[in-house]
């Protein structure tokens, strides 16, 4: 701008000069002009008069001094103007060089503006690449439990529980929270019981933002009495494959040693009449829960004869001279004496004793024998139980029948009988000790006296070690045989860790740093060093809030365990007040346990955990009790404490211990001296094995003021149902049904049984074994048997025995209202039907079946109900109402085109029970009587039968009127001749 300026002031100076030069030009020419012309105006004078002449030289001198002058002022102008433009001109050249050297400058600057933005552009793009970047390898997920309104899971606490215990399973939903799709995995980690499992529902993994998967988290329910825990981790499969910055969910249940508790004793049979001066053996058969004594011992009562008596194994010796009308049997349980099972026997004199075995025990039920009169007789029936068939009855090593039917006749002496059964297949049962540790193949439902071959295969980080039966390893081999199985086996294929895994953390988390962690092979150490940060302090290592050691350098000669072990720092020159904890009695652990140092004005939490049978008592803090609580939490900590916990040992604990043969405390609240081995100091450690484990808690005593002093409440105070042994008050059946015995005992006796029976059938408590050898094939029964209570549930009914569809509802028609409330009450019912072949039935059932009219017997078969009830089993002869049964004719007798029916006798009397199906492989039949069957082919119609009687009929008729003439013809022959002879 100022050089456009200066250029134009130049010009315009410039213009000047021109101008002033051409004025003066101008005024130059007309002096000239003047001075040569010859015209001088007549008023001027005369030119040549002296005086004209130097007046205008005058005249004309003044006027060329003025044009000079004014030419000399419009040169000295002009100079100036030149002199002001030159001046103007180098002021404007320097003004232009300043100008280039600014615009050069201000071009640089802007030069280096852009190239500073540029940079700064260039930095925030690849910061916010990177953030990107970084924003891409986040993800965030969450855990919550499905229908819960907990909200955030953080752990999942499976609580205690007794071995065996089938638990809950948690369904947990994992959900991706962030902005990013997730592909989810899963890991489990620390549980080298593998006692947790975590299985995903359905097949969905991958994520996207606010997507959820759920996974059912299980502990198994074979983990012998400890306490376990194990951590779920859950990643992005792209972004953290190792784990890294994964969700962990802790994972903790504990196992209590089952309580070993008698519930019941059966004596087998309950009811008998047998023969004076005769032995009978009695059986009987305690149930429980654990490992529990199953010895009783036997007693007698009303006997009338010192040489009747009952030996210790339940043999029963009748006097001859025994003259009661009634000898009670009792077997009472050895270790509850409570419990108690009972048998009535009726002696009868001039008899002999028909006694029933069953070979092996547990193969099916029988009914009948007993004392049977001189010459008299007595009918056996014997009905297998699931999984068994019936082989015959075997008298003096011979099997005498094959019929579940048996009649003794012509009873002469003692007879001793037994039914043999035989097992259809066995189960082999083949199974991982940690699911986690590798894979079985093999075993299941084999054939009897069959084999099986069972495969191992560990997974990564772990190893196959061998197979065990029991407490017996019997074969090292990853693959075996098992040959001629003629017995249920159960075998475990033992999986171990190849390595355990130490996590190390720091507690504050800025209070140091900790090395030594890692996996490591079994067997083998590590050292863990702990350094404290600037101003921090070394404390203790610490597993589960148990110290294990007080030394920043730890060494682990041996890695038996996963578990994470916290470095604990306290910040220097901070107060610090010790607290010590410790157990007061017998039963319950605190943790942490020993003696600790508080920083002051910081919180710590106590735990107070009772052992199965026991429950807390009391807690003292500073030697004043707080109550029975369980944890406890020392807030803004300003001064040294103490906390002590006490516990007591339950009614129901107590019961349990007696019944398992434990020792049981001589008091409910068993108080432990203080000595100096169980006395806390500043240095007081606990093993790494204890901590890791979960066994640590009741190392250190803490002794409570006024112990004695305090009230022992009852089990009811201490929210703890007590077991009333004598009598139960609940049972797995009024568990189930979610009732009391009293509101059961009013809906049974209102008429509403069926709920109880469904229940009953489900538990267990209501027995019902059904054979049959000639159930349809497209009607096959599922093994309900070997079914969990669970699986159980989710079968129809229609798969249930179909080859008898309504064999519910004669059940429930069939028991009695003694039976059905004994079922509510804890007691056993069983009812067995079987419909088996028979091979060789007596001449009598043949004799009388093949006078059938108009049907020919091709296959004999018994049907045949047993019901026990009490130990005490009898055949049942007739029903209540009919039951509906369908049987398939056999591929050996089966005729196309030909009408089958069953054929049944019962008390003598025979009956045709027609088909009332459309199929015709099949029978279906109604019958309410139990005695012998057989199929029968129709060999003549109703109608073909109804033609020949009426031919016959008319057949006979004309012989008969044949007959009738002749006779006429002959009489009339006979006069005449008898005429003729008077004559004569």
């Not at 855990?143 to 606490?157: E, N, P, R």
């Not at 050895?334 to 009535?344: D, F, S, V, W």
């Not at 339950?650 to 609240?669: D, H």
């Amino acid at each position: 701008m100022k050089k456009t300026v200066s250029l134009m002031l130049a010009f315009l100076l410039s213009m000047t000069v021109f101008v002033s030069d051409v004025i003066g030009l101008t005024m130059v020419a007309r002096a000239e002009e003047i001075v040569s012309d010859e015209s001088v105006p007549s008023d001027v004078g005369d030119p040549g008069d002296p005086s004209t002449m130097s007046n205008q030289s005058a005249e004309w001198d003044a006027q060329i001094d003025e044009m000079i002058r004014q030419q000399q002022e419009a040169d000295a102008g002009r100079q100036q103007a030149m002199d002001e433009a030159a001046n103007d001109a180098e002021e404007a050249a320097k003004q232009q060089e300043d100008d280039e050297a600014a615009q050069e400058a201000k071009r640089k600057a802007e030069e280096e503006d852009q190239k500073r933005q540029q940079e700064a552009d260039d930095a925030a793009k690849a910061a916010e690449e990177a953030r990107k970047a970084q924003e891409d390898t986040k993800y965030s997920l969450t855990a919550t439990l499905q229908s819960s309104q907990i909200g955030v899971v953080t752990y999942l606490d499976f609580g205690s529980a007794q071995i065996g215990t089938d638990r809950d399973y948690f369904p947990l939903n994992i959900s991706n929270t962030g902005n990013n799709p997730v592909d989810l995995i899963m890991a489990e980690t620390m549980d080298a019981d593998g006692a947790f499992s975590a299985t995903l529902h359905g097949d969905k993994t991958h994520l996207e933002p606010g997507e959820t998967s759920r996974f059912n988290v299980s502990m198994k329910s074979s983990l012998p009495a400890g306490t376990y825990s194990a951590y779920l981790l859950f990643a992005d499969k792209n972004r953290d494959p190792n784990f890294i910055n994964c969700l962990k969910i802790p994972l903790r249940g504990v196992v209590t040693p089952k309580q070993a508790v008698v519930t019941g004793v059966t004596v087998t049979p309950s009811k008998a009449t047998l023969a004076v001066g005769n032995s009978y053996q009695f059986y009987a058969n305690v149930t429980g829960t654990g490992d529990f004594n199953q010895g009783v011992n036997w007693t007698i009562t009303n006997q009338q004869s010192s040489g009747t008596y009952i030996s210790n194994t339940g043999n029963l010796t009748i006097a001859a001279d025994e003259t009661s009308p009634a000898i009670s049997i009792i077997a009472t349980s050895a270790a509850n004496a409570q419990a108690a099972g009972y048998a009535t026997v009726t002696p009868q004199r001039n008899s002999y004793n028909v006694s029933a075995n069953i070979d092996p025990v547990g193969g099916g039920s029988i009914s009948g024998g007993g004392a049977v009169s001189q010459g008299g007789s007595v009918t056996l029936s014997a009905v297998p139980a699931k999984n068994f068939y019936f082989v015959g009855w075997i008298r003096d090593g011979q099997i005498v029948s094959n019929s579940t039917n048996y009649t003794v006749s012509n009873v002469q002496s003692n007879v001793g009988v037994t039914a043999k059964f035989a097992q259809t297949y066995v189960t082999v049962k083949a199974e991982a000790n940690n699911t986690n540790g590798g894979n079985v193949v093999g075993g299941g439902t084999i054939t009897y006296g069959g084999s099986t071959t069972l495969s191992a295969k560990a997974y990564s980080g772990y190893v196959f070690t061998g197979w065990k039966e029991g407490d017996t390893v019997i074969s090292r081999d990853a693959s075996i045989k098992l040959n001629n199985l003629t017995v249920d086996r159960k075998i475990t294929a033992v999986f171990e860790k190849t390595s355990h895994t130490v996590v190390l953390n720091s507690y504050p988390a800025e209070g140091g740093k900790t090395e030594g962690g890692g996996t490591f092979a079994v067997g083998q150490g590590t050292t863990i060093k702990a350094t404290p940060a600037s101003g921090y302090k070394f404390v203790s290592w610490n597993i589960n809030n148990q110290v294990v050691s007080r030394e920043a350098t730890c060494k682990i000669e041996k890695v038996e365990y996963d578990c994470t072990v916290t470095a604990v720092f306290e910040k220097e020159g901070i107060t610090a007040f010790e607290i010590s904890s410790g157990v007061a009695t017998t039963g319950g652990t605190i943790s942490p346990s020993g003696k600790v140092n508080v920083a002051k004005g910081t919180n710590v939490t106590y735990t107070i955990t009772p052992k199965s049978g026991f429950a807390i008592l009391a807690v003292a803090v500073d030697g004043i009790q707080v109550g029975p609580v369980s944890t406890y939490t020392f807030t803004n900590v300003q001064a040294p404490h103490t906390i002590s916990a006490a516990f007591v040992q339950t009614n129901a604990g107590q019961q349990a211990a007696a019944q398992s043969g434990k020792p049981v405390q001589t008091q409910k609240v068993e108080p432990v001296a203080k000595t100096t081995t169980n006395t806390a100091t500043t240095e007081s450690t606990v093993s790494i094995a204890e901590a890791a484990s979960g066994e640590a808690g009741d190392t250190y005593v803490e002794e409570m003021p006024d112990l004695e002093n305090i009230a022992i409440p009852t089990d009811e105070e201490l929210g703890v149902p007590e077991e009333d042994f004598s009598q139960q008050t609940y049972s797995e059946v009024t568990q189930m049904l979610g009732m009391s015995m009293d509101e059961v005992e009013a809906m049974v006796m209102s008429g509403n049984r069926m709920p109880v029976l469904d229940a009953a059938f489900y538990t267990g408590a209501l027995g019902a074994y059904v054979t049959n050898d000639y159930e349809p094939k497209d009607m096959r029964s599922v093994d309900y048997q070997n079914m969990s209570r669970e699986e159980l549930m989710l079968v129809s009914d229609d798969e249930i025995n179909p080859s008898l569809p309504d064999l519910d509802v004669v059940v429930e028609r069939m028991l009695s209202t003694d039976d059905v409330m004994s079922m509510a009450k804890g007691g056993q019912v069983g009812v067995s039907v079987s419909l088996t072949k028979v091979a060789d039935p007596d001449a009598v059932t043949q004799r009388i079946m093949k006078n059938a009219v108009g049907q020919k017997p091709v296959e004999y078969f018994d049907l045949t109900m047993l019901k026990t009830t009490g130990g005490f089993t009898e055949k049942v002869t007739e029903l209540p109402t009919t039951m509906e049964v369908v049987v398939e004719i056999p591929e050996a007798v089966y005729q196309s085109g030909k009408t089958y029916s069953v054929l049944r006798i019962h008390n003598g009397e025979l009956s045709v029970l027609p088909d009332l199906d459309d199929n015709p492989r099949t029978i279906t039949f109604r019958t309410d009587r139990f005695s012998s069957y057989a199929i029968a082919k129709e060999v003549a119609s109703s109608r073909s039968l109804v033609g020949w009687l009426a031919g016959g009929a008319i057949v006979a008729f004309g012989i008969a009127a044949t007959c009738f003439i002749i006779l006429i013809a002959h009489q009339a022959n006979y006069r005449k001749a008898r005429r003729k002879a008077k004559a004569k």
